[in-house]
């Protein structure tokens, strides 16, 4: 990633700080475009700004099988993979 030095001062930016934040934001936009499964249901949940409770409330599963599900103990359903994909705002 090219970026500019600072207009104000003119230092370089840290190329290193540069490299992680790409990283970051593919990891990001990889999350996003995913359809959820059991590897990164979790990180999903945590995208989009919800605690394990609210996300089992809209999904209408306990607590504890939503939790089972993240551990990647129980295989999603294709009606919890939507309902997360809607609820989450991922995969699209």
């Excluded at 990889?30 to 990180?43: D, F, G």
């Excluded at 089972?68 to 991922?90: C, F, H, P, W």
């Amino acid at each position: 990633m090219d970026q500019p030095n600072c207009p104000k001062c003119g230092h370089p930016p840290d190329k290193e700080k540069l490299k992680t934040d790409e990283a970051h934001f593919k990891e990001i936009e990889e999350l996003l475009l995913s359809r959820p499964h059991k590897n990164i249901a979790r990180k999903q949940r945590k995208l989009a700004g919800l605690t394990i409770g609210q996300a089992s409330k809209l999904l209408e599963i306990d607590v504890l099988q939503l939790a089972a599900i993240e551990r990647g103990e129980v295989e999603l359903t294709e009606d919890i993979k939507n309902m997360m994909s809607q609820i989450y705002q991922v995969g699209k």
